[in-house]
């Protein structure tokens, strides 16, 4: 690619036109590669429209973990020994058929579906908030209100919380590096 140009000097009478090369390499052009489309039903208009579908790569559960580090920061902490003393090993969880039972009822996957770690996060402000307004809504006229109010307040507080870590632990764990 070449175009000519002036040089600079205040007068273009009597200089030469000095070629000037293009510095910027043109990418080729490619076709548009295919997007998934999906139909979608908006509340509020007449009918379907088309949109694309963001298709995110899946979500690699062990190579998280290790990229983490976090059986050598469970090691660090001293939560295997810890486990271990409470009959927890490799092997009685094995013998429990502990995984097996944890991918029945869908624990393995949701730690790689997108929509856990918002709904854990928006469990844990319900919680958070239902604590206070329990003991803000319920009177203390007797002793069994003054147990109840401690009993729904301490169960959610340690709930809201515990959803809470747990979104940050699989939002984490989904993140891509």
Not at 23 to 44: I, N
Not at 56 to 68: D, F, H, I, M, S
Not at 131 to 155: I, K, R
Request: glycine share 10%.
């Amino acid at each position: 690619m070449e175009a000519r140009g002036i040089a600079y000097g205040g007068s273009s009478r009597g200089l030469s036109s000095l070629p000037i090369h293009s510095m910027a390499t043109q990418k080729p052009t490619l076709p548009p590669a295919s997007k998934k489309v999906s139909t979608v039903f908006p509340m509020g208009e007449k009918g379907p429209r088309s949109s694309p579908l963001s298709a995110a790569p899946p979500v690699k559960l062990l190579t998280r973990v290790e990229q983490l580090k976090l059986l050598t920061k469970a090691e660090k902490a001293g939560l295997l020994s810890a486990a271990e003393k409470f009959g927890f090993s490799l092997s009685s969880i094995e013998k429990l058929g502990l995984l097996s039972k944890a991918e029945e009822f869908g624990v393995l996957s949701a730690a790689t579906d997108p929509g856990t770690p918002g709904a854990l996060l928006s469990l844990s402000l319900g919680l958070l908030l239902l604590g206070p307004s329990c003991v803000y809504l319920v009177p203390e006229d007797y002793p069994w209100e003054v147990a109840l109010q401690l009993v729904v307040a301490l169960v959610c507080v340690v709930g809201g919380s515990a959803a809470f870590a747990a979104s940050n632990f699989v939002s984490n764990l989904q993140k891509l590096r």
